[in-house]
């Protein structure tokens, strides 16, 4: 599983006109999955996701985590994370994993994250989404589970 990670001030995911999903301040987290996946690493991710410190501290630096300042995550599915593009100039998407096996672990890595005790709201797996976002920083990071 692969994720990007934005640090955000508010956000929020609509769909056909409606809300959602909608944070005050905490994560906007892409979610991408591949064949290879397993609950593990949605567990994995979760995990760093929730004890990420890149939030500030008294003294400006990033030494907090989502649950020490109460953040929460806006979490949307991402299929084209697994694009490749090394060919040509259409994005190759094999390596995405098929919906039922990706829609299962995106769950699973939500499910994760609120049993940590993060707040999750999401967008709807394989609709199209519009996301808007203010990005504090910015701070974005990429993680995945298959680079331990």
């Keep these: 599983m692969r ?5 955000s001030k508010q956000a929020k995911v609509t769909v056909n006109g409606h809300i959602t999903g909608q ?8 979610v991408g999955v591949t064949h ?8 994995y991710l979760a995990e760093k996701v929730a004890h990420l410190r890149v939030f500030e501290d008294e003294t400006g630096k990033m030494n907090r985590s989502l649950l020490d300042v109460g953040g929460q995550v806006l979490s949307v599915s991402q299929f084209t994370l697994y694009g490749d593009c090394r060919k040509g100039r259409r994005p190759n998407f094999m390596q995405a994993a098929k919906p039922e096996q990706a829609k299962a672990l995106y769950e699973k890595f939500n499910q994760d994250l609120q049993e940590k005790g993060v707040h999750v709201e999401t967008g709807e797996f394989g609709a199209m989404m519009k996301v808007e976002l203010v990005n504090d920083g910015p701070v974005t990071l990429i993680i995945d589970s298959q680079e331990r």
């Design 36 to 43: 290879e996946d397993t609950s593990q690493d949605a567990a």
């Design 23 to 30: 944070i005050e301040h905490g994560f906007v987290v892409l």
């Design 3 to 7: 994720v990007v990670v934005q640090r």
